[in-house]
């Protein structure tokens, strides 16, 4: 299983960015796909994650409005648009993927992710 993300850059205030997860050796409509992300010397916090099947989302407070999470079954590749970036959303992102069968329900917790991406760095400069 290889779950790799690429999108990530360097945007002014009020840029977007669209992230991309690129899965290989699973399949996509049997996980939950999860962004989570870690600015520079804090914890690790979830983002956003979505069934393909049911298509429930889940966002954070903190990005709820401004980011969509998506997928494509047929590419393999879940998706992160970024809209309205603030300086706070600096972090490197990552992409994760747990399997519907073993979770205890929606959203999952990060510790029950079965995969994980090396992540994508995104800086917003002000």
């Known amino acids: 299983v290889r779950l790799v993300e690429s999108g990530g850059g360097t945007v002014q205030t009020g840029g977007s960015l669209r992230l991309s997860c690129a899965a290989s050796?699973?399949?996509?409509?049997?996980?939950?796909w999860g962004w989570f992300r870690q600015p520079p010397g804090q914890k690790l916090e979830a983002v956003s994650c979505?069934?393909?099947?049911?298509?429930?989302?889940y966002y954070s407070n903190a990005v709820k409005g401004r980011f969509t999470i998506s997928g494509d079954s047929a590419k393999n590749t879940a998706y992160l648009q970024m809209d309205s970036l603030r300086p706070e959303d600096t972090a490197i992102y990552f992409c994760?993927?747990?399997?519907?069968?073993?979770?205890?329900?929606?959203?999952?917790?990060?510790?029950?992710?079965?995969?994980w991406g090396r992540g994508t760095q995104v800086t917003v400069s002000s």
């Open positions: 979505f069934d393909s099947v049911s298509d429930k989302k």
């Open positions: 050796g699973v399949s996509f409509d049997e996980h939950v």
């Open positions: 994760a993927a747990v399997r519907k069968s073993i979770i205890g329900g929606m959203p999952p917790d990060d510790y029950e992710y079965d995969y």
